[in-house]
């Protein structure tokens, strides 16, 4: 595979044509530029699980009369968020906001409402708080509120600390929370770790809880498939949940016995099925941004003069004014959203491989800088005070978009300068050689050179783990060296880290292969992947995984790496795309810049691809749910096996359903950058993807270094300073 040699987009130019102006609330619609797919059909409404949230939330404040300080777990204030604004915690009697950390707490008020997650950390600090309060002579009313379920465990903790009987105790169902209008998430950390590596289900369960929410909104999915062990586990559960309801509201629901008519399947992914695709470099844009960045619960943290630029004299923009520089701006940060709800042209570029976003900029600063010189004329021409408040209104659309812009070119600018870097460009080579299976012995020596460039170390475990997983193993000789090197370049407070790579077998020796049998035990209960290297080579070639598109008119998911599709949503197309793996079926792109449709196909399951998901580690999973009185009598001839009761057999009467995406222990953006790409590609199907969270490959293994570890990994690559 070629490196692209077009990761450097020209964003000089946008950022020199426009200046920014203070954003006004609202901002104007704006015209889709590049490559374009229609997207008019409708998809699921999720802004009615984001109403149950805040609901929830405004009863547990309710449940505490008058005043109250809410101690709160700081992993949750970017989960709450974005269920709902600061006031309304003050109009439900909240008088302070404090963070739930160690040492005595400071509250003013008798009531006392605790908000956390059900861990034994917290519950230790609430029990030293109440203690310490016990001594002042002011009695307090204590509420402990935990999210998104009670457990036994933190019911125990508190006895043992000699607190239970002075709390009240509760919780909050805090499940899917929607990023986007096509995006759920869970926003659950270390998900990943605590299933695959410590042996903790509860997220499973949780899961199982939120996708039975889904199905009390919307009904049933019509068919439940999925890939992986724990992928299995979560199916198993939830048919077993809708079976013995723990609520009434649960057993009256009818939702929960009749398929639906708006969802026509849900494919589960194991994440531990596919830990080739977060370990790769992002691509896409607002891949990238997370990479370099970071975006944390839908925000990233940029200079505050990025977002409130100072005004400038002329309303319209001029070829000499130019954005801030880094170097002029100030150290102050303040956190941003990313979302295309109130930045339309950030849902342009968000998805795009960032080869083709510094024409994308260009593109929209020309459009805003024709518009406001359209609009001078109309300045001048108006008299009346209804004219004036017309034109400012209009105005103000533009100005927002301009600072939206700005901010773009400003993040584009600094992604630019490390895509130019040496290290970035061998690493990009490093992973695409490995994927191709190319002199993979030359790959694992350029990474012992990187250990010894001192390379980021996330950046060289990660192609250390791409390479074991690629190549069935590192020769254990040259494994041991390198982990040796490691261990002396970088600290060997890393050690507990390599060792928990191993226990995930994503680092492992290729003498396994020949002392293990590759056969899992299939009486194991664990989800540990096993301790065997995967022959990667099979799977590329019966997935089609290496597959060339161009960029900037993608006619394939695998636009989203330059050429490799993941693996991920190679599966998903397996059960909603057939054709699209099978062989490109897309015509690409016309000389309008828009992509012909694909019309979408009845989900039939696995069909047609049971020998490559063979290949693939983990059980397979497919479930037909017909409802309580087909399932009673026994009866299959209510409608052909697998489609839903909106999608007919033919596909020119096929009314358009939504297939429900999950990743169990999280997704990468590149990954939900694809399955857009999928929605906006074909007729008759869009995607709701849900997750548990999002992640990369560095927060990956950020997560499975563990707080106990004493490693601390250090800065981005890249930072916004």
């Not at 056969?519 to 540990?528: E, G, R, V």
Request: with cysteine; glycine share 6%; charged share 20%.
């Amino acid at each position: 595979m070629s490196l692209p040699a077009v990761l450097r987009p020209n964003v000089t130019q946008a950022q020199s044509s426009h200046p920014t102006h203070p954003p006004p609330p609202a901002s104007s619609a704006s015209e889709e530029t590049g490559s374009k797919i229609e997207d008019a059909e409708p998809g699921v409404d999720v802004n009615m699980l984001r109403e149950l949230a805040k609901r929830a939330l405004i009863d547990v404040l309710n449940s505490v009369n008058g005043a109250k300080t809410l101690v709160l777990d700081p992993s949750l204030a970017g989960p709450l968020g974005l269920v709902t604004e600061v006031s309304l915690y003050k109009q439900h009697g909240v008088d302070k906001m404090v963070w739930l950390e160690q040492g005595p707490l400071n509250a003013q008020t008798t009531n006392v409402v605790y908000l956390c997650r059900p861990q034994i950390k917290w519950m230790r600090i609430l029990a030293e708080q109440i203690k310490l309060a016990s001594t002042s002579s002011s009695p307090r009313t204590y509420n402990l509120v935990l999210v998104p379920r009670r457990t036994t465990l933190c019911d125990r903790v508190l006895e043992e600390e000699g607190v239970f009987g002075e709390v009240t105790i509760s919780s909050y169902k805090l499940e899917f929370i929607p990023l986007e209008d096509d995006l759920l998430s869970l926003e659950w950390d270390s998900t990943f770790k605590e299933i695959f590596l410590d042996g903790d289900e509860t997220s499973v369960y949780y899961a199982a809880q939120a996708l039975l929410t889904i199905q009390q909104a919307y009904g049933l999915f019509p068919r439940i498939t999925g890939k992986g062990d724990a992928a299995k586990k979560l199916a198993n559960l939830m048919i077993h949940l809708r079976a013995h309801p723990t609520n009434a509201s649960q057993a009256n629901n009818p939702n929960l016995s009749t398929p639906s008519e708006l969802l026509d399947s849900l494919v589960i992914i194991d994440r531990s099925t596919d830990m080739i695709t977060p370990l790769l470099t992002q691509l896409t844009y607002e891949g990238l941004v997370d990479e370099l960045m970071g975006i944390n619960n839908s925000y990233v943290e940029v200079e505050a003069n990025l977002l409130n630029p100072p005004s400038q004299a002329a309303a319209a923009p001029s070829a000499s004014s130019s954005l801030p520089t880094a170097a002029a701006t100030s150290t102050r940060k303040k956190k941003h959203r990313l979302t295309s709800a109130t930045d339309q042209f950030y849902g342009q570029i968000r998805d795009a491989n960032f080869a083709v976003v510094g024409v994308k900029l260009n593109r929209e600063a020309k459009r805003l800088d024709s518009e406001f010189k359209a609009r001078q004329p109309s300045r001048h021409q108006a008299q009346t005070v209804g004219q004036l408040r017309s034109f400012v209104g209009k105005l103000g659309g533009l100005q927002s978009e301009q600072t939206n812009l700005g901010l773009h070119t400003e993040l584009s600018e600094r992604i630019s300068m490390f895509t130019r870097t040496d290290q970035f460009n061998k690493t990009l080579e490093i992973q695409q050689n490995l994927l191709a299976s190319y002199d993979t012995n030359a790959q694992v020596s350029a990474i012992e050179e990187l250990v010894a460039q001192q390379a980021p170390v996330q950046q060289v475990l990660r192609l250390l783990c791409l390479a074991s997983i690629t190549c069935g193993g590192i020769k254990l000789k040259q494994l041991e060296s390198i982990k040796r090197e490691i261990l002396q370049t970088y600290g060997y407070d890393l050690l507990p880290l390599l060792l928990s790579l191993a226990s995930l077998s994503l680092l492992l020796p290729n003498l396994l292969t020949k002392s293990h049998s590759s056969i899992p035990n299939p009486n194991s209960t664990s989800l540990k992947p096993p301790p065997i290297p995967q022959p990667f080579p099979p799977i590329r070639k019966a997935l089609r995984i290496l597959s060339d598109t161009p960029e900037s008119m993608p006619t394939d998911i695998s636009y989203v790496y330059s050429g490799y599709a993941p693996l991920s949503v190679r599966m998903v197309q397996a059960v909603a795309m057939k054709g699209s793996v099978l062989a490109n079926l897309s015509t690409g792109g016309t000389a309008s810049g828009k992509v012909e449709k694909v019309a979408a196909h009845p989900i039939s399951g696995w069909k047609g691809f049971e020998d490559a998901m063979k290949l693939i580690p983990g059980a397979l999973v497919d479930e037909v749910q017909r409802g309580d009185s087909a399932e009673k009598d026994g009866s299959s001839t209510a409608m052909p096996l697998g489609l839903s009761p909106g999608v007919a057999a033919n596909p020119n009467q096929r009314a358009t359903t939504t297939t429900c995406v999950f990743f169990l222990g999280g997704c990468t953006y590149t990954e939900i950058a694809a399955i857009r790409w999928m929605s906006k590609s074909n007729t008759g199907r869009k995607f709701l993807i849900c997750t548990t969270g999002v992640l990369n490959g560095s927060s990956l293994l950020e997560s499975l270094s563990g707080s106990g570890s004493g490693f601390k990994f250090p800065g981005r690559p890249l930072a916004l300073s």
